[in-house]
């Protein structure tokens, strides 16, 4: 097989890229290691709970077990289909602070300042409920939507949070992401708007564009420094290549590309040597700066008159939501994971907000989130947006089929527990207000004596969880770590660009679903134009 261009994984990034490239008229293939997106739970926003640990449409990943997170491996799903991550997320659309990606620019990745990035936000995004139309696009493949239904507990949060002194924000992606905001959802009506079904769809039609399913990415293939093309298995079938005239773009994310990397002889030298791979460049970067997203969560119990998603998902109720959804397109079965949040600072001094702390109006156990308890409860994530603690990815072998070392070290910097301290206690203010302090019963998890710097660090040791926002593990910048340049061609290698969430220097504030499909828009149209240039 020959294309023009052929992306590595069909994700988030990926699906942007298929789209964009192939409408230039450029022959694409897109490789995705799943089956396509046709399981009926993706597409059902509250279908999230049964993909968590999907067999088949989630890869599973797990963190190595080692003292940061008290010996416990940690679940980390990951898409494995048509869509990748954004076929099984809780469907939030954050962009990010403005200052997030002006520390990008600061840091040597040209082009990338909040100024750079925004016409790319804008020309993705058809935001349904107004907005300012400086800052949000209308019109634009992928949907954006409030909260088709918003139950009182919601109202109740953040009605606290005003009276425990955060300023109300009418739209957190907008100019101000600083204060309480109801949240915003990638969902187009009743339907979950995954870049399958948005940037996929709009162009899987087209003749010049070929989607290979199931199909596991075993190496790249160079001449000398240039990178020609990919190798990829289905099934029991034997291995094929493709071949490209232009570029290989890889598209697997944060654990999948720097793992395809090292696997290819592109990565530390020292540890590709120690895993019997032939080194064809060394580039130490691959695999490291691995940041995400940890947190704890607090939870309340509510009287039993108040209706929380742990009633509406047993009994008849479940039936009378799926007449809602059926009828009307709402119900809880239109609703994602977090419904309200907020961005605040852990300190005085800071130029932008450091802790997200998002609300569900549900209660469930650390351990599995995905079953409700059974009397009505809230539950506040706490999360360190912008975590120092770096951890690392890393192939244990040449054998493409054998997954690499997770390694997030959560929680080695200390800054971080202190975040996550401060972000307790702001919780509590809210949760200890009048809206909530006359509906709640009490404090259930952690408990109040979780408070100190030591009791909370131990506590999350044990009890922490990932929200599932792995980033960095091949940054982009100038720096002797860097792995691509600015333009997101690998350092050293021709022909090779990576394109997803791999290549943030730094996580983003929030979730990072919105600013990797910007990458992916950004991306697309820097390599049309050095394309044509060349």
């Not at 008229?25 to 490789?31: Q, T």
């Not at 139309?133 to 634009?140: L, S, V």
């Not at 940037?199 to 790249?220: D, H, V, Y």
Request: aromatic share 6%; net charge neutral.
């Amino acid at each position: 097989m020959e294309a023009d261009y052929v992306v590595v994984g069909a994700g988030s990034a990926g699906c942007v890229l298929a789209n964009r490239l192939s409408a230039d008229g450029a022959k694409v293939i897109l490789l995705e290691a799943g089956p396509p997106d046709r399981h009926p739970m993706i597409h059902i926003p509250a279908g999230i709970r049964t993909l968590l640990q999907h067999p088949v449409l989630n890869w599973n990943y797990e963190t190595e077990a080692d003292e940061s997170t008290g010996g416990r491996n940690i679940h980390w799903p990951r898409g494995k289909t048509l869509g990748g991550s954004s076929s099984i997320n809780g469907m939030l659309y954050v962009r990010g602070n403005p200052a997030d990606f002006d520390g990008w620019s600061q840091m040597g990745c040209r082009g990338w300042s909040y100024d750079d990035v925004l016409p790319y936000f804008k020309k993705s995004e058809d935001f349904r409920n107004g907005g300012d139309p400086e800052i949000r696009g209308k019109g634009g493949v992928l949907p954006v939507e409030e909260y088709r239904t918003v139950l009182p507990l919601t109202h109740y949060f953040v009605e606290a949070a005003k009276q425990a002194g955060f300023p109300f924000t009418p739209d957190y992606n907008g100019k101000q992401q600083e204060g309480v905001a109801y949240s915003q959802m990638t969902r187009d009506v009743r339907f979950r708007a995954s870049t399958a079904q948005t940037f996929l769809k709009e162009a899987k039609s087209r003749p010049n564009l070929q989607i290979i399913t199931e199909a596991i990415a075993t190496g790249l293939k160079f001449q000398g420094k240039k990178c020609t093309g990919v190798a990829f298995r289905q099934g029991n079938r034997e291995e094929q290549e493709i071949r490209v005239t232009k570029e290989v773009i890889v598209s697997g994310g944060a654990i999948n590309s720097p793992h395809l990397l090292q696997i290819s002889g592109i990565g530390p030298a020292a540890h590709l040597k120690s895993i019997g791979v032939e080194v064809q460049h060394d580039l130490p970067g691959v695999g490291n700066n691995l940041s995400d997203h940890f947190v704890t969560r607090i939870s309340h119990r509510v009287k039993h008159e108040m209706m929380s998603i742990n009633q509406m998902s047993r009994g008849l109720r479940v039936m009378g939501e799926a007449v809602k959804y059926a009828l009307f397109a709402n119900g809880a079965l239109t609703f994602g994971v977090t419904s309200a949040m907020v961005f605040s600072r852990s300190r005085e001094g800071l130029s932008s907000p450091d802790l997200q702390l998002l609300f569900t109006p549900a209660s469930y156990s650390a351990a599995e989130i995905k079953t409700f308890d059974k009397e009505p409860g809230i539950t506040v994530a706490v999360c360190p947006v912008r975590p120092d603690s770096r951890g690392t990815i890393m192939a244990k072998s040449a054998n493409p089929l054998e997954r690499p070392a997770i390694r997030p070290n959560y929680l080695s910097a200390e800054s971080d527990v202190q975040v996550l301290q401060s972000g307790m206690r702001q919780t509590r203010k809210i949760l200890e207000a009048p809206a909530i302090a006359d509906v709640s019963l009490g404090e259930i998890a952690p408990g109040p004596d979780v408070d100190s710097l030591e009791s909370v660090r131990e506590y999350t040791r044990n009890n922490g969880n990932t929200i599932y926002h792995p980033v960095g593990t091949c940054k982009m910048g100038e720096d002797p770590m860097a792995v691509v340049d600015s333009r997101l061609r690998v350092r050293g290698i021709e022909g090779l660009r990576v394109v997803d969430a791999s290549v943030m220097p730094t996580v983003t504030t929030g979730n990072t679903n919105a600013p990797t499909i910007m990458i992916g828009e950004k991306a697309s149209a820097m390599i049309i134009e050095d394309n044509k240039a060349a």
